[in-house]
C-alpha cells in the first residue's frame, strides 16, 4: 500500500482517496502528531478508537479513524479529560432521536458530502438548495446536528489547513444567517418566553443560534439569543424583557471556578437558570443540589428538560 500523502489529503473529503483506505500506526502518527504509544493507550484503556488488524496482529486506521484522532486531540486541547471524551465522541457521532429517513439522499454520511462539495466551490446557490432539501425531508434537529453542524464543526477544527479557514467563514456566515431567519419568523408563538444566552468566551454565535432553534417550540417563545452578553447585566436585561427562565448555553469543559459562578449567577437572579450545551453534559454532577437546571446538548431532550423545569417537575 503506498503511504505517500500529506496531512491535507488524510481526510475523507480530500481528491483520489478511498474512504475504505487503511493506513497504519506510523502513518497515523505521522499524520496526527500523536505518538503510537498514545493511539494504543487511546484504544486499550479509554476505546477511544477501534483500529482493525491484519492476520498479523497489526493496527490498520480508517480514514474515520484519523478524524476521530483528530477530535480526541480537540477536546483534549480544550481542557476535557481523556476519560471523558468518549462519551462526547458517541454523542457526536450518533444521529438524533428522530432517525433519519430516506427522501432523495439517502443518509447523512451522504449529505454531508455534498455540503462539503459546495463549500469546496464556494458553490453558495448549491449550499442554498441543499439547505432547502433537508429542512423539506427532516425536522431542524436533524438538519442541524445530524448534516450541518458536523461539517460546519470539522471545518472549524482543520481550519488551520490551506483553505479550510475560507470554507468554514462561508458556512459559518450562511448558516448564521439562515438560522436568524427562522429564530425571528418562530417569534411571538409560544407563551413561555425563555431569554438564551451565551456563556462569554464558551461558544460561537452560530452554535447559540442553532441552541435556540432546537430549544424552541409551539410552547416556548425563545427570545433573540445574545451572543457576548455581559453577565453582570443579566439582571437588567431580566427586568426588561421579563423571562420566565434564562438559560445560559456554553461548549467548553466546565471548570470549579465556572460552576461557583454559575451557582452565584442562580443566585443573583430572579428567574430560574438553566446550563445548556456540551458543558451542561460535563457538569451534570458538579450541579447536583444547586439553584441550577442541566439541559443537556442534544435538541430534543434540551427542550424536554426546559419545559419540565419550567412545569417544576426537573430535579436540580
Not at 438560522?179 to 411571538?188: A, P, S, V
Not at 455581559?230 to 466546565?254: D, I, M, W
Amino acid at each position: 500500500m503506498t503511504l505517500a500523502m500529506n496531512e491535507s489529503a488524510a481526510t475523507a473529503r480530500a481528491p483520489g482517496l478511498e474512504q475504505d483506505e487503511l493506513f497504519p500506526i506510523r502513518e497515523v502518527s505521522r499524520l496526527t502528531g500523536v505518538n503510537p504509544v498514545t493511539l494504543r493507550a487511546w484504544e486499550r484503556r479509554y476505546g477511544l478508537i477501534q483500529p482493525t488488524r491484519t492476520d498479523s496482529g497489526h493496527r490498520l486506521y480508517s480514514l474515520a479513524d484519523i478524524e476521530a484522532v483528530r477530535s480526541i486531540m480537540d477536546w483534549i486541547e480544550r481542557g476535557v479529560a481523556v476519560s471523558k471524551v468518549g462519551t462526547l465522541l458517541a454523542r457526536r457521532a450518533r444521529p438524533s432521536a428522530e432517525a433519519l429517513q430516506p427522501a432523495g439522499v439517502e443518509d447523512r454520511g451522504e449529505w454531508q458530502a455534498r455540503i462539503r462539495a459546495a463549500l469546496a466551490e464556494f458553490d453558495d446557490l448549491r449550499l442554498e438548495r441543499l439547505y432547502g432539501q433537508a429542512f423539506a425531508s427532516y425536522t431542524p434537529q436533524v438538519v442541524f446536528q445530524d448534516i450541518f453542524m458536523p461539517v460546519w464543526q470539522e471545518a472549524l477544527t482543520h481550519r488551520e489547513r490551506f483553505g479550510r479557514t475560507s470554507e468554514w467563514l462561508f458556512l459559518d456566515g450562511f448558516l448564521r444567517a439562515r438560522t436568524l431567519q427562522r429564530l425571528q419568523l418562530g417569534r411571538g408563538h409560544g407563551e413561555r418566553r425563555v431569554l438564551l444566552v451565551g456563556w462569554p468566551g464558551q461558544c460561537r454565535e452560530l452554535e447559540l443560534q442553532v441552541a435556540g432553534l432546537l430549544l424552541a417550540g409551539t410552547s416556548l417563545d425563545i427570545l433573540p439569543p445574545s451572543f457576548g452578553q455581559p453577565l453582570a447585566e443579566l439582571t437588567l436585561v431580566c427586568e426588561k424583557q421579563r423571562p420566565e427562565a434564562v438559560v445560559v448555553f456554553s461548549n467548553h469543559p466546565p471548570t470549579a471556578a465556572f460552576v461557583r459562578q454559575l451557582s452565584r449567577l442562580a443566585l443573583s437572579l430572579d428567574r430560574p437558570l438553566a446550563l445548556a450545551g456540551e458543558a451542561a453534559d460535563l457538569a451534570a454532577g458538579s450541579l447536583d443540589g444547586s439553584a441550577v437546571a442541566v439541559l443537556g446538548s442534544e435538541g430534543g431532550l434540551m427542550q424536554r428538560r426546559l419545559l419540565q423545569f419550567l412545569a417544576g417537575h426537573l430535579d436540580t
